[in-house]
């Protein structure tokens, strides 16, 4: 599987594998209500716009997912669309964040994750800080704030 980094050129991309990612998986763990409120951040404006221009991340294969840290310290987004799920993109895009962060002299990075992701965070040495319940569209979700130690990796 092929990287390469995000360029300005990426956002509608970015946002359609955002979006298929929760629209193909998402079912198996959250309500249909959760869903439609979550995959719809991918479209409003001003959402997700500052990650997209001004964080840091790469693409895997033709546009199976992506993966940006925003602000540096911070895994922002981790996005596999369904039908390359399983395949080794995300993990091959963590590894990836994880490699820039320490070659920019980073020490740790943090996350919020989603009940899909948090397994494969565990997997490559990150730890749970705390559960934390927010609103998406007036909807409710738990997610988990996580850490990764980058000098202990």
Not at 32 to 44: D, F, I, K, R
Not at 58 to 70: C, D, E, L, T, V
Not at 80 to 102: F, K, P, T
Request: hydrophobic content about 45%; overall charge neutral; proline content about 3%.
């Amino acid at each position: 599987m092929a990287l390469r980094r995000i360029t300005p050129n990426d956002q509608s991309l970015l946002r359609d594998i955002y979006a298929d990612a929760i629209e193909s998986q998402a079912g198996m763990l959250y309500s249909q209500q959760q869903v439609q409120a979550w995959s719809a951040l991918a479209w409003l404006p001003g959402v997700l716009d500052r990650t997209f221009q001004e964080g840091s991340g790469w693409i895997s294969g033709a546009g199976a997912a992506f993966a940006i840290r925003y602000p540096a310290t911070r895994l922002a987004l981790l996005y596999c669309r369904g039908s390359a799920a399983r395949q080794g993109h995300a993990s091959q895009l963590l590894v990836q964040i994880e490699l820039d962060a320490m070659s920019c002299g980073l020490n740790q990075l943090t996350t919020e994750a989603s009940q899909f992701s948090r397994p494969l965070l565990e997997h490559f040495g990150w730890r749970l800080v705390a559960p934390e319940t927010i609103a998406i569209g007036g909807v409710e979700f738990e997610r988990y704030r996580m850490v990764k130690d980058l000098l202990h990796a």
